[in-house]
């Protein structure tokens, strides 16, 4: 028996895991790490079941390549080689690439799909984040400068929390990285503070709150907007940061009378204009908004306005309030304004965000006739016929591509259209470190995992897999060697490093630097630059000599290291043109028009919203017996009184413009009326995950309608989904 330790990949709460296992080196037990400083023994029952997870007997063990409809396993060389003629026969804009949710939490998915973006040649670039935070990217970089430069609620230090469209107690949180999620919320609670949950279900969070409020799907700008014209119109701003546009928000507010966005959002004027003051009056407040408040028709605008409220109640950028984090890896200032709409789609005319077009438009791009049709694909870590809007419509057209590679340890939903399937291996065999997560978490801290278990010999790591393919797709062939691309990828960054003014190795020789670094293959060695580099780092960051951080450093501190509270950031961190935090930036402004104009619209009687699970994480959990067993959870949920009047029994039809569903029902007055709720991940069919087969349920995004997005970020829109309902 021996224990390791290493940081949960499973949701973006970083738990430290502290793993047992046996002589044979399976897994035999997973608990939370004491040990470390940020997560201190927290575990969900997600990160208990690591070990079934990982060692799942669907899981690929070796490449697979379809020929004429058959499955055969292949070794790694021809897998490569079957790759290289596949993508040698689609010219560079006819293929496209798209990268999954798992992406943003692995080593290889942060590392290395910028590079195999760019080798491919190609504008058709799509990933889970227009499923999910893409206004979010797009908020940001015009309030911000920068898509990345995303605040976060102090979760440990605010005394007012106005959480909308998340549902922490199931997700353990989103875009704000909180290990024990729940335990915050009750300290919160503990220390006099108060917690305001907005849902159109009252979920076990909103049962934590001190209040929940019942939304209209798809309406909280309403809300929003509400509070912005009572913190104007009661003369309740207090902004604490250099801002231009305030004037602008102000007039762009008016026609928002809290009366008028009680009727649009379904919430009571006078708790809409007792929110205002009391974040108003709190001594310290935050606003955060969640995937409730991004999958929706005005998800950018929402976004805008969750920020809006935080500066114009002096909140933003201070202890308590929405901040900054420092992440270790943070690279250095960011100087250039953000653009957007830099190139369109070729069918819909969509802008790119963030260099990436909606996944609502991928369907189109491949099936739309005409030079630029996508003929080629490659998806890492996902699983778009589940997880996309209207995926039945993905699942057909992805059978016509002429050329399909997944990267995924599964043949799913997804996988099963590829002609190849390169399976990266387990996660106690890889590396871990979470670049992505560890720059949006409420504390600053660091942790490094390396590889629990060593490689069989001849398989590769998911580093190696995305090098390869980025070396295949730029020319090189498929037996390139994929060091070359880490020495170059390296050699840049340190030489941009040594010629920027004001950097901490200003002047000194690349060559020389890199001799310093240490690390077992090119992902630990590029953490190692980037550490080193970094705002703590040993090249000259904060800290002082040997307390300075280097990959060597975090192999030392096994249960991670503690950074400290969060501090204000203002206005060094900005990027945008003026140097200022833009309020009122154009494009957004001239959105509200829309939002606007659809105050009077006449509400459909049903919409669709979505919903997560403890233990579930979107499509790919269903395979292990402790998280799906028990009932039933692919439910339609429905307001007892809805069902009554429809005459709805045990099932229903579930009809929208995209398509229709036969349903099990779940009564519940936790879910307001009008509004039936359907998690989405499930509809397992042609899949080779054969626990997951045996509760398959249905797919959520049968009825989700790829022609309606966020104008702003192309965001799918999943909640506020207009729906008819029928007895079955
Ligand atoms: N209706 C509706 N639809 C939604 C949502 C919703 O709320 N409602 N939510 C949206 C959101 S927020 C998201 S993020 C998307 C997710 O969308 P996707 O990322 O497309 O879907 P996932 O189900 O997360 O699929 C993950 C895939 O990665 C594979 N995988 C797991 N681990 C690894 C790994 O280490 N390496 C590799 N290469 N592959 C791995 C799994 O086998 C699976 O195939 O779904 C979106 N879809
Ligand atoms: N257990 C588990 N954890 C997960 C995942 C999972 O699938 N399962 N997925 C991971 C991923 S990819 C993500 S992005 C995060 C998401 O993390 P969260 O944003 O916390 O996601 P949810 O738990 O879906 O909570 C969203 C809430 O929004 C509500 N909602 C729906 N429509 C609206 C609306 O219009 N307005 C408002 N105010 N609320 C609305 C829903 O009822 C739901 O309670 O979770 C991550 N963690
Ligand atoms: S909360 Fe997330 S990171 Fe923590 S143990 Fe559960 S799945 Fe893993
Ligand atoms: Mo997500």
Same mark, same amino acid.
């Given at each position: 028996?021996?224990?390791?330790?290493?940081?949960?990949?499973?949701?973006?709460?970083?738990?430290?895991?502290?793993?047992?296992?046996?002589?044979?080196?399976?897994?035999?037990?997973?608990?939370?790490?004491?040990?470390?400083?940020?997560?201190?023994?927290?575990?969900?029952?997600?990160?208990?079941?690591?070990?079934?997870?990982?060692?799942?007997?669907?899981?690929?063990?070796?490449?697979?390549?379809?020929?004429?409809?058959?499955?055969?396993?292949?070794?790694?060389?021809?897998?490569?080689?079957?790759?290289?003629?596949?993508?040698?026969?689609?010219?560079?804009?006819?293929?496209?690439?798209?990268?999954?949710?798992?992406?943003?939490?692995?080593?290889?998915?942060?590392?290395?799909?910028?590079?195999?973006?760019?080798?491919?040649?190609?504008?058709?670039?799509?990933?889970?984040?227009?499923?999910?935070?893409?206004?979010?990217?797009?908020?940001?970089?015009?309030?911000?400068?920068?898509?990345?430069?995303?605040?976060?609620?102090?979760?440990?230090?605010?005394?007012?929390?106005?959480?909308?469209?998340?549902?922490?107690?199931?997700?353990?949180?989103?875009?704000?990285?909180?290990?024990?999620?729940?335990?915050?919320?009750?300290?919160?609670?503990?220390?006099?503070?108060?917690?305001?949950?907005?849902?159109?279900?009252?979920?076990?969070?909103?049962?934590?709150?001190?209040?929940?409020?019942?939304?209209?799907?798809?309406?909280?700008?309403?809300?929003?907007?509400?509070?912005?014209?009572?913190?104007?119109?009661?003369?309740?701003?207090?902004?604490?940061?250099?801002?231009?546009?305030?004037?602008?928000?102000?007039?762009?507010?008016?026609?928002?009378?809290?009366?008028?966005?009680?009727?649009?959002?379904?919430?009571?004027?006078?708790?809409?204009?007792?929110?205002?003051?009391?974040?108003?009056?709190?001594?310290?407040?935050?606003?955060?908004?969640?995937?409730?408040?991004?999958?929706?028709?005005?998800?950018?605008?929402?976004?805008?306005?969750?920020?809006?409220?935080?500066?114009?109640?002096?909140?933003?950028?201070?202890?308590?309030?929405?901040?900054?984090?420092?992440?270790?890896?943070?690279?250095?200032?960011?100087?250039?304004?953000?653009?957007?709409?830099?190139?369109?789609?070729?069918?819909?005319?969509?802008?790119?965000?963030?260099?990436?077009?909606? +996944?609502? %438009?991928?369907?189109?791009?491949? @099936?739309?006739?005409?030079?630029?049709?996508? /003929? #080629?694909?490659? &998806?890492?870590? *996902?699983n778009p016929v589940l997880s996309a809007p209207n995926g039945a419509r993905l699942d057909?057209?992805?059978?016509?591509?002429?050329?399909?590679?997944?990267?995924?340890?599964?043949?799913?939903e997804t996988?099963?259209?590829?002609?190849?399937?390169?399976?990266?291996?387990?996660?106690?065999?890889?590396?871990?470190?979470?670049?992505?997560?560890?720059?949006?978490?409420?504390?600053?801290?660091?942790?490094?995992?390396?590889?629990?278990?060593?490689?069989?010999?001849?398989?590769?790591?998911?580093?190696?897999?995305?090098?390869?393919?980025?070396?295949?797709?730029?020319?090189?062939?498929?037996?390139?060697?994929?060091?070359?691309?880490?020495?170059?990828?390296?050699?840049?960054?340190?030489?941009?490093? +040594?010629? %920027?003014?004001?950097?901490?190795? @200003?002047?000194?020789?690349?060559?020389?630097? /890199? #001799?310093?670094? &240490?690390?077992? *293959?090119?992902?630990?060695?590029?953490?190692?630059?980037?550490?080193?580099?970094?705002?703590?780092?040993?090249?000259?960051?904060?800290?002082?000599?040997?307390?300075?951080?280097?990959?060597?450093?975090?192999?030392?501190?096994?249960?991670?290291?503690?950074?400290?509270?969060?501090?204000?950031?203002?206005?060094?961190?900005?990027?945008?043109?003026?140097?200022?935090?833009?309020?009122?930036?154009?494009?957004?402004?001239?959105?509200?028009?829309?939002?606007?104009?659809?105050?009077?619209?006449?509400?459909?009687?049903?919409?669709?919203?979505g919903?997560?699970?403890?233990?579930?994480?979107n499509s790919?959990?269903?395979?292990?017996?402790?998280?799906?067993?028990?009932?039933?959870?692919c439910?339609?949920?429905?307001?007892?009184?809805?069902?009554?009047?429809?005459?709805?029994?045990?099932?229903?039809?579930?009809?929208?413009?995209a398509g229709e569903l036969t349903v099990?029902?779940?009564?519940?007055?936790?879910?307001?009326?009008?509004?039936?709720?359907l998690p989405h991940g499930w509809g397992h069919s042609g899949s080779?995950?054969?626990?997951?087969?045996?509760?398959a349920g249905v797919n959520a995004n049968t009825l989700t309608?790829?022609?309606?997005?966020?104008?702003?970020?192309?965001?799918?829109?999943?909640?506020?989904?207009?729906?008819?309902?029928?007895?079955?």
């Amino acid at each position: 028996m021996r224990t390791a330790h290493r940081t949960c990949p499973l949701c973006e709460a970083v738990c430290g895991l502290t793993i047992t296992l046996d002589d044979d080196d399976r897994v035999v037990g997973v608990r939370g790490d004491d040990a470390d400083p940020f997560s201190k023994g927290f575990i969900c029952p997600k990160g208990a079941s690591l070990g079934r997870l990982d060692e799942d007997p669907d899981r690929l063990s070796r490449p697979m390549v379809r020929e004429d409809g058959e499955w055969r396993e292949v070794g790694w060389e021809e897998a490569f080689e079957a790759v290289e003629r596949g993508l040698a026969a689609v010219p560079g804009p006819e293929r496209a690439i798209y990268l999954g949710n798992p992406s943003a939490h692995t080593m290889a998915g942060t590392l290395y799909s910028g590079p195999l973006v760019r080798s491919l040649g190609t504008r058709q670039v799509y990933s889970a984040s227009t499923s999910d935070q893409m206004p979010k990217h797009v908020a940001a970089g015009l309030m911000f400068g920068h898509p990345l430069t995303i605040p976060v609620p102090d979760l440990d230090r605010t005394d007012y929390l106005l959480m909308l469209g998340a549902n922490p107690l199931e997700s353990n949180g989103s875009l704000c990285t909180a290990p024990d999620f729940p335990g915050r919320l009750k300290a919160l609670r503990r220390r006099g503070g108060r917690l305001v949950v907005v849902d159109p279900r009252r979920t076990r969070t909103a049962a934590l709150a001190d209040e929940h409020v019942f939304v209209r799907p798809g309406m909280d700008s309403y809300l929003l907007m509400g509070i912005v014209h009572t913190l104007f119109a009661e003369n309740l701003t207090d902004v604490r940061v250099p801002v231009t546009g305030l004037a602008e928000v102000e007039a762009a507010v008016a026609a928002f009378t809290p009366e008028a966005c009680a009727a649009a959002s379904g919430v009571p004027a006078e708790v809409i204009v007792r929110l205002a003051r009391e974040l108003a009056a709190a001594p310290t407040a935050a606003v955060y908004g969640r995937i409730g408040t991004c999958t929706v028709e005005f998800g950018t605008i929402a976004q805008w306005l969750v920020d809006v409220v935080n500066v114009l109640t002096g909140n933003l950028d201070r202890p308590g309030g929405a901040m900054f984090p420092r992440a270790a890896t943070e690279g250095p200032p960011r100087r250039k304004p953000y653009a957007r709409g830099r190139w369109h789609s070729r069918v819909r005319g969509l802008p790119e965000a963030n260099g990436e077009l909606p +996944v609502a %438009t991928l369907a189109d791009e491949m @099936e739309t006739p005409g030079e630029g049709r996508i /003929r #080629a694909l490659i &998806t890492v870590a *996902g699983n778009p016929v589940l997880s996309a809007p209207n995926g039945a419509r993905l699942d057909r057209v992805l059978a016509g591509l002429d050329f399909m590679v997944s990267v995924d340890p599964y043949l799913n939903e997804t996988t099963r259209h590829a002609h190849v399937i390169l399976p990266p291996p387990r996660v106690m065999q890889a590396g871990h470190y979470d670049f992505a997560l560890l720059a949006l978490a409420v504390r600053d801290y660091t942790r490094y995992s390396p590889p629990v278990l060593a490689l069989a010999p001849g398989r590769p790591p998911e580093t190696v897999i995305l090098a390869r393919l980025a070396m295949i797709a730029s020319g090189q062939g498929a037996g390139a060697d994929p060091a070359l691309l880490d020495e170059m990828i390296l050699d840049q960054m340190l030489r941009k490093a +040594v010629d %920027t003014p004001g950097s901490p190795v @200003e002047g000194r020789d690349p060559a020389e630097l /890199r #001799a310093a670094l &240490t690390g077992s *293959g090119g992902a630990e060695l590029r953490l190692d630059a980037m550490l080193r580099l970094g705002p703590y780092g040993v090249w000259g960051g904060r800290a002082e000599g040997d307390d300075g951080l280097s990959l060597e450093r975090l192999l030392e501190s096994p249960h991670g290291i503690d950074l400290g509270a969060l501090e204000p950031r203002l206005p060094g961190l900005l990027s945008t043109a003026s140097g200022t935090v833009e309020l009122a930036p154009e494009a957004i402004i001239a959105d509200v028009g829309r939002l606007r104009e659809a105050l009077g619209r006449e509400t459909n009687a049903f919409v669709l919203i979505g919903r997560r699970h403890l233990r579930s994480n979107n499509s790919w959990m269903h395979n292990v017996g402790p998280l799906v067993g028990g009932t039933n959870r692919c439910t339609l949920q429905i307001n007892p009184k809805d069902a009554a009047d429809l005459g709805l029994a045990e099932q229903a039809v579930i009809r929208s413009a995209a398509g229709e569903l036969t349903v099990w029902l779940e009564p519940t007055d936790t879910i307001m009326r009008g509004v039936v709720s359907l998690p989405h991940g499930w509809g397992h069919s042609g899949s080779a995950q054969l626990v997951a087969a045996k509760h398959a349920g249905v797919n959520a995004n049968t009825l989700t309608d790829e022609s309606i997005i966020d104008p702003l970020s192309g965001n799918a829109v999943f909640n506020g989904v207009p729906v008819t309902l029928t007895p079955a």
